[in-house]
């Protein structure tokens, strides 16, 4: 789903690092930054071997286009990439690649922060975690049928969130 300099997807295909930075990228803008989440081997304590994301696409690629419209109105002149892998990773798998484009570093740091802290928030998108030995567990995660909360992560800028 493509909009003014935002660009959401779900994917089955693994996340192009190239690809982000080739969309975010703006010539007015001297900055872009990226997060980059892949799986890590250890939860509470637990060996894991691997992660199932399994993903509302509609609602999802919806709701990251919210978040970043929501972020383009906090820091103006920024381009967005984000997509989320859906389906298992094995350890070292790029589960969420997002990338931010901004006339300064300040703003696409920000920014940037804001997109991810949100989506951990807001999107449907569920894991189950796989562990050494076989066993697998699905972890807390979005609920379709609350509201989401607040917004906590702030730009610092107007006030309103302390």
Request: glycine content about 10%; aromatic content about 8%; overall charge negative.
């Amino acid at each position: 789903m493509n909009s003014d300099g935002i660009k959401v997807s779900v994917s089955t295909e693994p996340l192009n690092t190239q690809q982000a930075c080739d969309f975010a990228a703006d010539p007015a803008n001297g900055a872009i930054d990226m997060f980059i989440g892949v799986v890590r081997n250890n939860h509470q304590g637990q060996s894991v071997t691997g992660i199932t994301y399994d993903v509302h696409e509609t609602l999802a690629t919806a709701e990251f286009m919210s978040i970043c419209h929501e972020a383009q109105g906090v820091w103006p002149l920024t381009r967005y990439f984000v997509s989320h892998y859906q389906g298992y990773l094995p350890v070292g798998g790029v589960s969420v690649l997002i990338a931010v484009s901004a006339p300064h570093r300040e703003e696409s740091f920000d920014a940037c922060r804001y997109v991810i802290e949100e989506i951990k928030k807001r999107a449907p998108v569920w894991k189950k975690e796989h562990y050494i030995g076989g066993e697998s567990a699905w972890l807390p995660g979005h609920s379709l049928v609350t509201e989401p909360e607040e917004p906590t992560v702030c730009c610092g800028k107007c006030g309103a969130h302390g």
